[in-house]
């Protein structure tokens, strides 16, 4: 019965995925990365319920002014940035180390 335990997680994946499109999109990134103040306090309201939500939405836009001069990076970006050479080679060490020792 092993293959059933195996497919148990491909099940498991595959009703995520088919629930996840009914599900909002996170305020802070509706009102910091797309910068929709609407969609953002009514995803505020679905995730939340009814309620006043300005002091989460103030803090919010306090946040999109400190980091509005900030450029957002990819993931190819990031690898190519010379200052987190040292992390990664970090992790890349400690993951290597981990396949490599038998522990799981």
């Known amino acids: 019965t092993w293959h059933v335990l195996l497919s148990f ?25 797309r910068g929709d ?35 957002i990076m990819n993931v190819l970006e990031v690898l190519r940035e010379p200052s987190v050479y040292p992390q990664l080679s970090t992790m890349l060490l400690l993951l290597l180390s981990l396949q490599l020792c038998g522990l799981s």
């Open 37 to 71: 103040k609407a969609a953002c306090l009514k995803a505020m309201k679905q995730l939340w319920g009814e309620g006043n939500y300005q002091e989460e939405f103030d803090d919010l836009m306090k946040e999109k002014t400190t980091t509005k001069g900030t450029k």
């Open 9 to 33: 997680s491909a099940v498991m994946a595959s009703i995520q995925l088919l629930f996840l499109p009914f599900f909002p999109e996170s305020p802070p990134y509706l009102l910091l990365q």
